[in-house]
């Protein structure tokens, strides 16, 4: 969409005429015009050429054929709608072109008035504005990105190692003890052991991102869900997700690893050893694993399942969401052109907003299967982490699980029902983040728009 500043220029410039000087004979290519008309100054009055030959041009009925007006675009030099773009030719009085202006007022040839000027600079003002908007929600875009995966790192960490942690007596149910024990590993070991496993997790975004990509190109399986959607295109999309989940299922593997070892064993590890690893653990080979380590073909399934229900939950939800959001600002439509930036700032929240809401809704309902996923992919990787219960000192993980039925018995036997949700006041510190920096953007734009209007 143009803005006002720049409709305007293209409007003076398609309705005027530039013309070469006149030859006797002339050529098929060059254009139909009055030999005497230069198209630059003309305004109705008669203008007469100096020079032999020159035809005086007395009325607009003359060149009605060789100048023509642009039809009108809404919000280009519109003030209000419903208003007309005043055009080039007899006014409704007969009135010669360029004896009304835009607010019915006389000026001279070839100058607009001052309040078309004003208009046109405040429609170019505007389209700053929106542009400047825009690439600055862009980069609150990238901003909540990096608050769900960077700043919300240690919360995933800590969350990650009370789901593994079997022998821990305190579940870590409230944010307080959360935080508490993050305090304590933070002192004990330093600030990297709460951001260890942060490379690997963008490595494995990016493989689910590129191998989804990839089999969308060379499958009939839709990436995306048109608005008409048949149930066999959701069956199809749902089958990409599926076959998505399989092929990083290796790698998401070898990151949890990474994520909930203890930084007091372990060595630096590279950018590439996620990939490497989850190589190994394909083909067989590279770092040695105890005889409980559990075959791909046994967790493919949890897998499969924990991804398949958090997309579809959140998808839902978000779309929910989105849905009350809009249908409450479409009853407090702007009704100045002031408020033009402000709706597009309330437009792109309630995208944020349902993103938001549909992730935490998510994460909660799925959380035990979660927990069971996480042990099952850890038994046998000889992963040795944190005491959760005391913030130093390190436990060994040697489950026995043979399966995901047996692991789901044993929690609720040894453990009981809270065991699913260990760690789960990790996930309320990380949302609680995730809300400040959501409110602390909104402030920050709303003090920008307010300072461009």
């Not at 018995?409 to 990380?430: D, P, W």
């Amino acid at each position: 969409m143009l803005s006002g500043g720049s409709t305007g220029f293209l409007y003076c410039c398609c309705s005027r005429q530039f013309a070469a000087p006149a030859s006797p004979s002339r050529s098929p290519m060059q254009p139909r015009r009055p030999e005497g008309f230069d198209g630059l100054g003309y305004r109705g009055g008669g203008r007469e050429e100096p020079g032999p030959g020159a035809k005086p041009y007395s009325s607009s009925s003359d060149l009605s054929h060789w100048v023509s007006s642009p039809p009108d675009i809404p919000g280009s030099r519109n003030l209000h709608w419903g208003e007309r773009t005043p055009q080039y030719g007899v006014g409704p009085a007969g009135t010669p072109l360029g004896g009304v202006g835009l607010n019915d007022e006389p000026y001279p040839a070839g100058a607009g008035t001052s309040s078309e000027q004003l208009n046109r600079f405040a429609g170019f003002g505007i389209g700053l504005a929106r542009t400047h908007i825009a690439m600055s929600l862009q980069v609150h875009d990238f901003s909540s990105l990096f608050t769900e995966n960077v700043l919300a790192h240690p919360c995933i960490v800590l969350r990650r190692q009370c789901q593994v942690n079997y022998h821990a007596r305190n579940y870590h149910l409230t944010p307080f003890t959360i935080v508490n024990i993050m305090y304590s590993i933070n002192k004990t070991q330093g600030p990297r052991a709460l951001w260890k496993g942060m490379g690997s997790t963008f490595i494995v975004q990016g493989i689910t991102l590129g191998t989804e990509g990839i089999i969308s190109e060379f499958t009939p399986l839709p990436r995306e869900l048109s608005h008409k959607w048949s149930l066999r295109q959701i069956g199809g999309h749902l089958l990409l997700k599926s076959l998505t989940y399989v092929v990083a299922m290796p790698f998401y593997s070898a990151s949890l690893v990474e994520t909930v070892q203890s930084e007091i064993i372990r060595d630096n590890p590279g950018i590439l050893d996620c990939v490497k690893e989850g190589i190994g653990r394909v083909i067989g080979m590279g770092v040695p694993h105890s005889k409980r380590l559990l075959p791909l073909m046994a967790l493919t399934f949890p897998t499969v399942l924990h991804g398949v229900l958090h997309y579809i939950i959140s998808s839902i939800i978000q779309k929910f969401v989105l849905l009350v959001l809009k249908k409450e600002n479409s009853q407090s439509l702007p009704t100045e052109s002031s408020n033009s930036v402000q709706s597009m700032l309330d437009a792109y929240f309630p995208e944020l907003i349902a993103s938001f809401a549909a992730n935490l809704c998510a994460d909660v309902m799925i959380y035990p299967l979660e927990t069971v996923l996480h042990r099952l992919h850890i038994q046998g990787t000889r992963t040795i982490i944190d005491n959760t219960d005391l913030g130093y000192e390190v436990l060994p993980i040697n489950t026995q699980y043979e399966g995901m039925r047996d692991c789901i018995n044993t929690i609720k036997r040894e453990e009981g029902m809270l065991g699913f949700y260990k760690g789960f006041g990790a996930v309320v510190v990380q949302y609680t983040l995730h809300v400040a920096v959501l409110q602390l953007t909104k402030i920050i734009y709303s003090t920008l728009l307010q300072n461009v209007a």
